[in-house]
């Protein structure tokens, strides 16, 4: 049982790796064929960025588990808040430029945040 775990830690992390070689190659393209904010380029850029916050908040809600700062902490929610953040941050990008997008991934930590401190009673003393 131990080596299943195993195995399925190197499966997400070659494939993260995958992810990560291939949004290099393709903003490489991009950059070498003179089309850096191609929509391929803001979508590997847009992923990545999920991708290392996703891997940063599940970090720190693991962390202040383990030294009893967070009661509960669910992850599998940010990661469908982050897909849907990312989309709604790549059409904004597209639509109406780099910082609108910027601004609904700034926003949607923000409210993580707020939502992760509510849940665990830090914030319900001043409602």
Same mark, same amino acid.
């Given at each position: 049982?131990?080596?299943?775990g195993?195995?399925?830690?190197?499966?997400a992390?070659?494939?993260?790796?995958?992810?990560? !070689? @291939? /949004?290099? %190659?393709?903003?490489?393209? $991009?950059?070498?064929?003179?089309?850096?904010?191609?929509?391929?380029? *803001?979508? #590997?850029?847009?992923?990545?960025?999920?991708?290392?916050?996703?891997?940063?908040?599940?970090?720190?809600?693991?962390l202040?588990?383990?030294y009893?700062?967070?009661?509960?902490?669910?992850?599998?929610?940010?990661?469908?808040?982050? !897909? @849907? /953040?990312? %989309?709604?941050?790549?059409? $904004?990008?597209?639509r109406?430029?780099?910082?609108?997008?910027?601004? *609904?991934? #700034?926003g949607?930590?923000?409210?993580?945040?707020?939502?992760?401190l509510f849940?665990?009673?830090?914030?319900?003393?001043?409602?």
């Amino acid at each position: 049982m131990r080596r299943e775990g195993h195995a399925v830690t190197r499966w997400a992390l070659a494939t993260l790796g995958a992810l990560l !070689l @291939l /949004g290099v %190659v393709t903003v490489a393209v $991009a950059r070498f064929f003179g089309k850096s904010g191609s929509r391929a380029s *803001i979508g #590997v850029s847009i992923a990545a960025r999920w991708l290392a916050v996703y891997v940063f908040w599940s970090f720190a809600g693991g962390l202040a588990m383990t030294y009893g700062l967070l009661a509960t902490y669910y992850s599998p929610a940010f990661a469908v808040i982050g !897909l @849907l /953040g990312a %989309v709604c941050e790549y059409r $904004a990008h597209v639509r109406v430029g780099r910082q609108r997008g910027l601004a *609904i991934f #700034v926003g949607v930590q923000i409210a993580w945040l707020v939502f992760v401190l509510f849940q665990n009673g830090m914030l319900a003393a001043g409602w």
